[in-house]
């Protein structure tokens, strides 16, 4: 079965500075990637999306991932951290519709 | 505005009683999904419904129970038989294109669920 790593559950960053969130996917086939943001108490929110099209995805509030089927990862970036960027960040995989695997989730923090 | 709406926010049980969480989309999706999110874990799907009046189990069902009348609505009841029904729910929904072998999901606000 697919599954999802993400790479520690915590990462804290400086206002201004890089942010790097890393994802790893375990599967034979190129697997359909998301980037969901879940604020406090809050449902998730769709960050961005990668189906094949492009290898480095583009997405809403600054962030960016780039998918490498060599290293099996999707890590997500954003050139400068905002206060506003702290949240918690979930990758996903989905080999086909109505399968959808989770990672455990990486918490940001943003320092100011 | 199109969304998904989950009621309510916050949701107090006695231990023993099922209870019932809502969802309604006005998106026009066919598929919708409940996932359970407990600290630490992601989500795990309990339930999904690809068309009114037939769903499937998810990978978390024992204990759950839901039901699909209508397209725009997806209710989940938690049953007494949940041993910890502690969480927060949420609810998803996603068109069915047929073009792709995945849609992308849409999520609700969430519930809370605390047992008592």
């Known amino acids: 079965a697919q599954s999802v790593t993400q790479l520690g559950s915590h990462v804290s960053v400086s206002e201004g500075a890089l942010v790097l969130l890393r994802c790893n996917y375990s599967?034979?086939?190129?697997?359909?990637l998301f980037w969901y943001v879940q604020y406090p108490n809050q449902g998730l929110q769709l960050l961005l999306k990668?189906?094949?099209?492009?290898?480095l995805v583009k997405g809403i509030n600054g962030f960016e991932a780039e998918f490498k089927k060599s290293e099996t990862s999707f890590h997500l970036t954003k050139p400068s951290a905002h206060m506003s960027d702290a949240a918690e960040y979930f990758c996903a995989v989905s080999p086909s519709i109505n399968d959808m695997r989770f990672g455990a989730g990486t918490r940001l923090t943003v320092k100011p | 505005d199109g969304g998904i709406t989950q009621s309510p926010k916050y949701l107090f049980r006695k231990e023993g009683q099922n209870v019932t969480l809502s969802c309604e989309q006005n998106l026009n999706h066919d598929a919708m999904y409940w996932y359970r999110q407990d600290p630490g874990q992601g989500l795990r799907l309990i339930y999904y419904s690809q068309i009114v009046n037939d769903f499937q189990k998810g990978d978390i069902a024992e204990g759950y129970s839901v039901s699909r009348e209508k397209k725009e609505s997806f209710p989940l009841t938690v049953t007494s038989a949940q041993k910890n029904p502690t969480a927060f729910y949420l609810c998803?929904?996603?068109?069915?294109?047929?073009?792709?072998?995945?849609?992308?999901?849409?999520f609700g606000p969430g519930t809370r669920l605390t047992v008592l």
């Open positions: 599967s034979s086939v190129p697997p359909y």
């Open positions: 998803a929904s996603s068109i069915v294109s047929g073009t792709e072998s995945t849609d992308t999901q849409y």
């Open positions: 990668y189906t094949s099209a492009a290898t």
